[in-house]
């Protein structure tokens, strides 16, 4: 069956700019996640869904980051202003339930902010 | 804070051969983890896990070791095989109580190249 999806593969953009990023997850996994990696680190846990809700938005690195989650599927990763701190893979995961379940993810989509 | 840390960015082992891979964690509240296997232009797909009330989970070619007391764990691969060259990351989660909502720490990645 279909994986999780992520769109653009890669972004350039210049800074200042926003970007969207969009995670299609699994059908009917009601938890979606939120990752970035940068260069030479690990996964740095930004937000979570659990359904439409965001109960924690403590992960997100500034104001500038927002998210949303519209059916209980598709969500959007909204930059504003980009910083070329920013400049990282984004990784979108999903999972059955909330907890301990296996998280899968997506191939993530490459942000260069020049 | 780097709460969770895999020390060696690379480990280069020959095709059947044993392939260790290490991880240290900090936080004592972690009472999950899991192993992260991850293709260039790939997401990180799941391998295996291990919760903190066992110290070893096998499943095929790949065992998990757990030693709570020195918060350290590594993952053994035998027989390593080509295909098993990769970035391989650890990750922990503090599930106490059903709290946990799935938020996972990862730890660098290791790169690990088996020759044929």
């Known amino acids: 069956g279909a994986g999780v999806s992520q769109s653009p593969s890669n972004k350039v953009t210049e800074k200042g700019k926003d970007v969207e990023l969009r995670c299609d997850p699994i059908?009917?996994?009601?938890?979606l996640y939120w990752y970035r990696q940068r260069l030479g680190q690990g996964l740095e846990f930004l937000i979570y869904f659990q359904g439409n809700s965001a109960p924690d938005k403590s992960g997100l690195p500034s104001d500038r980051f927002s998210a949303e989650r519209t059916g209980e599927s598709v969500s959007t990763l909204t930059i504003q202003r980009t910083q070329q701190e920013d400049s990282a893979v984004y990784l979108c995961a999903s999972s059955l339930e909330i907890y301990t379940d296996t998280q899968y993810f997506g191939p993530g989509t490459r942000l260069t902010v020049l | 804070d780097q709460q969770v840390k895999q020390n060696s960015p690379s480990l280069s082992v020959q095709e059947g051969r044993i392939s260790i891979l290490n991880c240290d964690y900090t936080n004592s509240m972690f009472d999950y983890f899991l192993w992260y296997k991850k293709y260039p232009a790939e997401g990180p797909t799941f391998l295996i896990s291990?919760?903190?009330?066992?110290d070893k989970n096998e499943d095929g070619r790949f065992t998990v070791f757990l030693n709570k007391s020195a918060k350290h764990l590594s993952l053994h691969i035998v027989p390593s095989q080509p295909g098993d060259s990769a970035v391989y990351f650890c990750a922990a989660e503090n599930n106490a109580g059903g709290t946990s909502y799935g938020k996972l720490t990862f730890g660098q990645g290791t790169i690990l190249t088996v020759h044929p």
């Open positions: 291990i919760s903190s009330i066992k």
């Open positions: 059908s009917g996994h009601t938890a």
